[in-house]
T-cell receptor, first 115, second 114 residues
Framework: SAVISQKPSRDICQRGTSLTIQCQVDSQVTMMFWYRQQPGQSLTLIATANQGSEATYESGFVIDKFPISRPNLTFSTLTVSNMSPEDSSIYLC????????????FGPGTRLTVL | DQQVKQNSPSLSVQEGRISILNCDYTNSMFDYFLWYKKYPAEGPTFLISISSIKDKNEDGRFTVFLNKSAKHLSLHIVPSQPGDSAVYFCAARSDSNSGYALNFGKGTSLLVTP
């Protein structure tokens, strides 16, 4: 299984500011996924980040709000831009599992609170 | 809209007894189902999965049952142990999803009491 770390683990931010979340994997992976879990809700996929190409965003999520970088096969960042209290969530990155790519491995998450 | 539903937000079971966690889905295109377990301050951990071509998959104390006609799956934990206390998420995917997106339920919090 992949070992995934995220930074920061938690943060409290003021509305209107931006926060960049980092995700580091201990092995090279083609795809990385970013999820959001709002309070009391299910995990929702924000986007798929492929190395060397633009991220693919799910319906309801846009690049201007959640820009993603994928500079290499072990690292990705998600930025939450111009934050509002509605962005208060846990943000998680994940990678496809092995041998089954469907069984994704998740990082520990970043708990974001926007005041 | 929520395509994967876990209608019981919480469940309490005595140690040694069976825990049954339920999950319903609405999308008939889902072809692969997974259960994840999540402890506080940690990310979800993959537990067990089942393909739509099967109706049962067993791994130690954990068994997942799939009833495609009812669009229902369940996770059985026998015997339950206090360390099983966690939030359990049901997830599903289909080839028609973009990439490898997983659709998650809201989770069921299981408490196993000694």
């Amino acid at each position: 299984s992949a070992v995934i770390s995220q930074k920061p683990s938690r943060d409290i931010c003021q509305r209107g500011t931006s926060l960049t979340i980092q995700c580091q994997v201990d092995s090279q992976v083609t795809m990385m996924f970013w999820y959001r879990q709002q309070p009391g809700q299910s995990l929702t996929l924000i986007a798929t980040a492929n190395q060397g190409s633009e991220a693919t965003y799910e319906s309801g999520f846009v690049i201007d709000k959640f820009p993603i970088s994928r500079p290499n096969l072990t690292f990705s960042t998600l930025t939450v831009s111009n934050m509002s209290p509605e962005d208060s969530s846990i943000y998680l990155c994940s990678v496809p599992g092995t041998p089954s790519i469907h069984e994704q491995f998740f990082g520990p998450g970043t708990r974001l609170t926007v005041l | 809209d929520q395509q994967v539903k876990q209608n019981s937000p919480s469940l309490s079971v005595q140690e040694g007894r069976i825990s049954i966690l339920n999950c319903d889905y609405t999308n008939s295109m889902f072809d692969y189902f997974l259960w994840y377990k999540k402890y506080p301050a940690e990310g979800p951990t993959f537990l067990i999965s089942i393909s739509s071509i099967k109706d049962k998959n067993e791994d130690g104390r954990f068994t997942v049952f799939l009833n495609k006609s009812a669009k229902h799956l369940s996770l059985h934990i026998v015997p339950s142990q206090p360390g099983d206390s966690a939030v359990y998420f049901c997830a599903a995917r289909s080839d028609s999803n973009s990439g490898y997106a997983l659709n998650f339920g809201k989770g069921t919090s299981l408490l196993v009491t000694p």
